[in-house]
């Protein structure tokens, strides 16, 4: 499938800061990079717990967006990248509770940008729009999973949308990255018993 927007590389642990340190295979640094979302030499806060849901609508993970729908049905609202910032963080609080926390990163590849986080998920802006999503472990609460059960902890054989598109699997400097659907992410390790990590989609400001 056709990527949704451009992942945006240099060299370090995952999600954001300007550059950090990129140690190879270092995917716990990694991890805690790709939440943080701040400036080079600014240290990370831990995430904040995902805030209690506010309605029955269960947010899902899209390689376009975000969708939501009644726990075991098929999606009835559909978030996709391109919408105004205040209407996306609206839709989102509606669904988890109230944002957990912003910031922003100037030195982005793709330029500047800002953030709100959920907890453990990170919505990404550029000029008012919203261009992107982040996700780390541990599992936010509820999960956050694909229409597939593709999650924080889902396991290496677990990749694979079951609609002919299968994951691509490569290593980086990052660790072991895959990506599938327009959905990319980081695994454990490069062994058959190996768990997603962490979770992106769209933009992002992730340094290789």
């Keep these: ?7 945006w590389i240099a ?13 190879a295979g270092n995917n716990l640094a990694a991890a805690n990079n790709v939440a943080s979302a701040v400036p ?27 969708t939501a729908g009644q726990p075991g049905l098929h999606p ?11 209407q996306i963080v609206a839709a989102i609080t509606a669904i988890r509770g109230p944002a957990t926390g912003q910031d922003a990163n100037a ?12 907890g453990t998920l990170s919505l990404n802006f550029q000029d008012g729009r919203w261009v992107g999503w982040s996700l780390i472990g541990p599992p936010a609460s509820p999960p956050l999973r694909t229409d ?17 598109d299968q994951a691509e699997i490569s290593q980086t400097s990052l660790g072991t990255e895959f990506s599938v659907s327009d959905v990319q992410g980081l695994l454990s390790g490069n062994g ?17």
């Design 107 to 118: 030195e982005c590849g793709a330029g500047p940008m800002q953030f709100t986080h959920f």
């Design 11 to 23: 060299a370090a642990p995952l999600l954001i800061g300007a550059c950090q340190n990129n140690q």
């Design 40 to 66: 080079a030499n600014t240290a990370a806060a831990a995430p904040a717990p995902a805030p209690a849901p506010q309605s029955g609508l269960e947010l899902r993970l899209s390689g376009s967006g975000l």
């Design 192 to 208: 058959a018993n190996a768990t997603v990590t962490n979770l992106w989609a769209g933009a992002d400001c992730i340094f290789r």
């Design 76 to 86: 009835s609202n559909v978030y996709s990248f391109g919408m105004p910032r205040a």
């Design 148 to 164: 597939w059960d593709l999650g924080i902890g889902s396991p290496r054989t677990g990749l694979d949308d079951g609609d002919n």
């Design 1 to 7: 499938m056709k990527k949704i927007a451009t992942l």
